[in-house]
């Protein structure tokens, strides 16, 4: 660990330099003089110990009481110079750490959202990574604090090195022998406790996990559940069982801490007691002065700082550790909007061989598709669940780049290239669509940001989604935050958005399941305006309600990751194949429940 820290603090510094210079290097003057000032009012109190024997009875004004006041006036100013100095080290250490945080913070954000694709955001082990430059873990230190931790750990060492060489002074090898011991007692501290709080760090997923059972029953959704089938005692056990054994090693550890503290105290009462004892023989020998005691008696005082690990471990340890993290990922600049594909309104969107794999996964999801949609096209996809639907339209829509064959606009192949211009003329409702906590305007308007004022826009789509009546009851209307807004309050918005998007130059609109949240008559309404509303646009409907689906113009049937089935649903009925056989089952439900 101290070897990966020896690079990780530099690379900080360093970064803190290039982005704040004059407020990094005022911190570091001021943790420099608020350390160095302390040193400094030993010498003062020192000599003024020492002057006192000699001025005391000679007078108020004679040169022996002069040199008095002026070491009470230099012992005055630097406590002063202390006083100040830290109290400025204090509020631009953190401003500095607040400033760095956040220039990180969006060095992160950038890189994360630098590729067109999503699939890195579905890897665990790279949302972990995010997560810990964000300075989350078991306990949460931001990569700035630790620019704070360092400035206090630097006033800390530049007082005991001054006072070590204080002593030094006095007797080289004391200075020495003190400095060593209580640098060695200190480190072995440090890493105790950095070891301590570093193993829950190196537990997080565990301990993620053990707080995920805690709080399942606590959890508005899960906990219904929980209730109605009894597994309140089946979580708390389990937490409980879970921590215990995760917690197990820490225990271990603090044990092994109290026993070391005993250490401590009996190799640090010998250390001083050998100080005072030396310093005692040299003044009975007529060896030392009045000031050379005091000074040598100060000095070891405040060397007994060393023997401490605070919460500025922390910050230092873990604010690095999040700080390297963060400085890993790429520093992107913000790119412009990129130009559409230039390709016709009527260009259509194809699909060659299209195959695909999920990353880790050890079988391909799609295996070889080939569709071509002319544009203006309402196309279903139908299909049994894990037949790979989903998929297909997340690679329509460029946010994954195939694993073998390609999509097209017209002759224009969409690659990394091209991808995010792709994007931009894509809109979707996906199942997990986005439920942005933001005024219902942001919601609807993220459709076509550009567009965002174009608010007959806004609520001509509010309208074709069926939003109308709800944002008029809203109590601030289109600045309402729709936080309670119901499923299909939400899946109405979702619409809403692709609509707008639709109404500023998107040419294909992706649904999946966008009536899943919808009841029966809003879902018919949305199905019959359909072409209506998507104003002759082609679009991708992935459903399996199949009364929607045969308004389509087209289905496709997808089964395990092949098309087995294309054209109108009435083709597909007559040619009696899978679509027929699930249209079947559907309608014969349908028709039970009504006889
Ligand atoms: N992010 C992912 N990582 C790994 N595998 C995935 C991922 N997403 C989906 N899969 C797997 O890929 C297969 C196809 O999933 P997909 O979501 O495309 O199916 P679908 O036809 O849309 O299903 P459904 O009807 O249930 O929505 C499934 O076996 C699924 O488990």
Redesign the pocket.
Known sequence: MPSARVTRVPALVRYAFAQAPLMAALTAVLAVLAGAAPVGITVGLGELAGGLTTAIGRGLDTPEARACYRWIAVVVVLFLLTHLAESARTVLGRALGRRVTGRLGERVMTAVSEPATIGHL?DPAYLDRIARARGEGAIDMPPGEALFGLSTKTSTWVTAVGSAALLAGLDLALGTVVLVVFAAIHFRLVRNYRIAVVENVSQTRKLRRTAYLRDVPTTPGPAREVRLFGLTAFFRDAYRSQWRANMAEVWRRRREHDLFVVVVVVTTGVTVAAVFHQLAHRAAAGDSTVADLTIGGLAVRALLQLLRADEDELRVGFGSRAAAEALAFPAVTGRADPAPVAEPPDATISVKDLRFR????TSE?LHGIDLDIPAGQSLAVV??????????TRLLAGLDAPGGGCVRVGGTRIDEANRRAWQRQVVAVF?DFGRYRLPIRDNIAFGSLAHADDDEGLRAVAAQAGLQEFIERLPNGWDTVPADASGGEWQRIAIARALFGLRHGARLLIM??PAAALDARAEAQLYDTFHELTAGATTVA?S?RFATVRKAQRVVV?ED?RIIEDGPHEALIEAGGRYAELFRLQAERFQGASS
């Open positions: 579905e999920y990353p880790g996964a999801v299909g049994l669940n894990g037949a790979g639907k989903t998929t297909l199942q999946d399941e992935v399996h997808l990751g």
